[in-house]
């Protein structure tokens, strides 16, 4: 059986890879280590925990990080104060130091991250022959390994060194580092690393570890803290090092190898499930490496791979940030190297966390989605308490900040509607997953609450009406009552709260509240340059390049604007999307180019929100112009994305947009090919996107017609397929799952 397996593995990678033909298309690569951590660091992460790689010769520095390491006292409901108490912020763990005693010449150097298996490698040649490193972060196994092997035998020596960015003293004995601190919060964490060598020799010196003249080493790091989310508990739970402790004894216990196997098996399960070939590169160019080849597109080469490429990094990124049991991934996925990162490297709710979770469903990552689901169950109580304070001590319901931290704080400045978006997220895992007892347990329970929120705070208009009261269209407008986003958002979350409510069969009385409720919102209005207004007054400027489209969630997150059900509310959306984009008003007879989208629309996630905005809208060029944008603009050489300062917002919404140019699945249908560029058009495909419904699709075209598809499901059922240029009824095929 074990040699069927030994066979059989290398067989199956191989044919991983056999359809690019190129690691350039599934990794990123570099001929030189990072200049800097933000813009040439690649990250590899568990979920829970991760590291930036920097790829140094001599000095190999290895900072890493664990997504629950916060500063901030407990339950914070106030100002943004990110230092030690407060609201925190989310911190830098330590970093692994590894200094090689030999001065290099070093060539061939090369530097890699493959976003198919999470294996970073990075390889040279000098006087001690040709040196690989190798690192993961495994999943199954809890631990990040790094490995280190030179090419003639004992031609490693030098120290390592175990830091922590939060003060803790490292203590050094026989084979491990390890630190163990508490955070001025009272949150313990703790890393310990044990070093494994071939050839040579080690020893301790000066809280270091000396090696000399080894021919391999190999480091297994855990680092973790106390942090449990559960409000009731403190968000405290028991000590990290006995944790840490058994799952690196038994991590020690396997082979490299099999940590290896292991590790590449749970991730390619993964990043296989979900696939696009939208175009071939030109091999001159697909020989390049990624900073240059960024280069080049930034100057406009045509270049699909490298845009498939930023689809496979995104879920790669995800999938590395965001697993079953942990935290979401943050402002930052979970990679920070600073005490005091930008907006504290937290939770922003009026756009940024909700598109880290776009891809999730649409790309088949459901499960990095559970951390979004636990994580709003966690934050409800604080959240409700909080809520009280603000809206009155008989308010139902919560709602949130917008900024929100791990110890159910809530930071600055009230989102009224946030939690009306949160409940958008529940209600699309039961969509795309059909999911009954998650529906019935989790998500209907939230929808519940949220709309008693709602039923309570909205406001009658003298004409009988209903607006949300002092909303702000996030970051533009100032406090007003009806902003279209509010309104949008609590429509969106009545349907979503009728939908399940009528998919369980229950709570009928509150169905038909509900459902009334949503009928006496005051509507959609198209103003008097044919856009659709942002506000109640019809006073929205053709010149404005916000950054924000908060006024179009209802046709992307959303699904209450659409093509076929509201055409003329799709219309002016789009007048409005151009002007967003400099291409209305004075502009209005420009192109539209990528170029004209200036100023403050040039953000890490401004470009993917249009994207699948355009491609809700069935503008496949303008949504190819948006990721050209984005890849132009706020891209960084690790192709992190760059709001700036980097975000990863951006990496996220970038491949959940694209799923949305390929295959949509609302207003009734699913639709093939809704929105792709001509440049996509010639031939291609995509297997494993999810439609809502429970299905699993796959598709193949040629001269942007479709010329093959499955769609499969767990029992076969009708759907409304559009396919061509035609709505035709289909059935869908059994699937296993
Ligand atoms: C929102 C955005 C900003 C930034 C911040 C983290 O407030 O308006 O552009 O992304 O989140």
Not at 454 to 464: I, Q, V, Y
Request: charged share 20%.
């Amino acid at each position: 059986m074990k040699r069927i397996t030994a066979l059989v593995l290398p067989v199956f990678f191989a044919c991983l890879f056999a359809k690019a033909g190129n690691e350039g298309d599934v990794a990123l690569w570099y001929e030189k280590p990072a200049a800097k951590w933000e813009t040439g660091g690649l990250p590899i992460g568990n979920g829970r925990m991760g590291a930036m790689m920097l790829g140094g010769v001599e000095k190999d520095v290895i900072q890493f990080n664990e997504q629950s390491l916060w500063s901030g006292d407990n339950n914070w409901d106030g100002a943004y104060e990110t230092g030690d108490h407060g609201f925190g912020a989310y911190r830098n763990f330590g970093e692994l130091r590894l200094l090689f005693d030999r001065k290099l010449s070093v060539h061939d150097y090369r530097r890699s991250l493959n976003v198919a298996t999470g294996l970073y490698q990075v390889s040279f040649s000098g006087a001690g022959g040709h040196y690989r490193r190798e690192a993961f972060a495994s999943h199954p196994d809890q631990v990040m390994v790094f490995r280190y092997v030179a090419g003639k035998e004992g031609k490693l020596s030098g120290r390592i060194g175990l830091w922590s960015a939060q003060g803790a003293a490292t203590q050094v004995t026989g084979n491990t580092l390890q630190f163990a601190g508490i955070m001025p919060n009272q949150l313990r964490y703790a890393a310990r690393v044990m070093i494994r060598h071939e050839g040579g020799s080690i020893a301790v010196t000066d809280s270091q570890l000396v090696f000399t003249n080894c021919t391999s080493l190999t480091l297994y790091l855990n680092a973790r803290t106390n942090y449990k989310p559960d409000y009731n508990a403190g968000w405290r739970g028991a000590d990290p090092l006995p944790v840490i402790e058994r799952e690196l004894a038994a991590a020690w216990a396997k082979t490299y190898a099999q940590l290896r196997t292991d590790h590449i098996k749970d991730v390619t399960a993964l990043t296989g499930a979900a696939r696009i070939d939208i175009g071939a590169t030109p091999a001159a160019l697909r020989a390049l490496p990624t900073d240059m080849r960024r280069d080049q597109y930034a100057e406009g080469s045509a270049d699909p791979d490298l845009e498939e490429l930023l689809f496979r990094y995104g879920r790669y990124l995800l999938i590395s940030s965001s697993r079953p049991g942990g935290l979401p991934a943050n402002l930052q996925g979970l990679w920070n190297h600073s005490n005091n990162p930008p907006w504290a490297s937290d939770y922003h709710n009026n756009i940024n966390i909700q598109m880290n979770y776009w891809l999730a469903e649409t790309t088949n990552l459901s499960a990095c989605h559970q951390p979004l689901m636990d994580y709003i169950v966690a934050q409800a109580e604080p959240c409700r308490i909080a809520t009280r304070k603000a809206f009155g001590a008989h308010t139902r319901g919560w709602t949130a900040r917008t900024s929100q931290n791990i110890f159910g704080g809530n930071g600055w400045e009230w989102n009224i509607p946030a939690s009306a978006w949160y409940a958008q997220h529940v209600y699309e895992h039961w969509a795309f997953t059909m999911d009954r007892a998650f529906l019935k347990s989790t998500a209907y329970p939230v929808l519940k609450e949220i709309c008693q929120y709602w039923e309570d705070r909205l406001k009658p208009l003298p004409d009988g009406s209903l607006v949300a009261p002092n909303g702000w269209s996030p970051e533009h407008g100032p406090r007003e009552d009806g902003v279209m986003h509010d309104q949008q958002l609590v429509w969106d979350l009545f349907q979503n709260y009728r939908d399940a409510a009528k998919a369980l069969d229950i709570d009928r009385d509150y169905q038909a509240k509900v459902a009334s409720l949503q009928h006496r919102l005051a509507p959609n209005k198209i103003g008097k340059w044919g856009q659709l207004q942002e506000w109640q007054e019809d006073r929205d400027d053709p010149d404005d390049q916000h950054r924000h489209t908060s006024h179009l969630f209802a046709v992307y997150p959303g699904r209450q604007i659409s093509l076929t059900r509201t055409p003329e509310l799709a219309r002016a959306a789009i007048i409005s999307l151009r002007s967003r984009s400099g291409n209305y008003g004075k502009n209005a007879d420009k192109p539209f180019t990528a170029a004209s989208t200036v100023g403050d629309s040039r953000r890490s996630w401004t470009w993917p929100w249009r994207c699948a905005l355009w491609a809700r809208l069935g503008e496949g060029e303008k949504a190819g112009i948006m990721i050209r944008g984005l890849l132009t603009y706020n891209i960084l050489p690790n192709l992190f994305a760059n709001h700036p300062p980097f975000q990863l917002d951006g990496n996220f919404g970038i491949s959940g947009a694209m799923a949305e140019m390929l295959l949509q699945s609302h207003a009734g249908e699913i639709s093939l090919l809704p929105a792709i560029p001509a440049a996509w058009k010639a031939s291609g495909s995509f297997t494993g996107l999810r439609a809502r419904g429970g299905f699993t699709v796959d598709c193949k075209w040629h001269n942007g017609k479709v010329i093959s598809y499955q769609i499969r499901s767990s029992r076969p059922q009708k759907i409304k397929l559009r396919i061509n240029g035609r709505l035709k009824e289909v059935m869908s095929a059994k699937s296993g799952r």
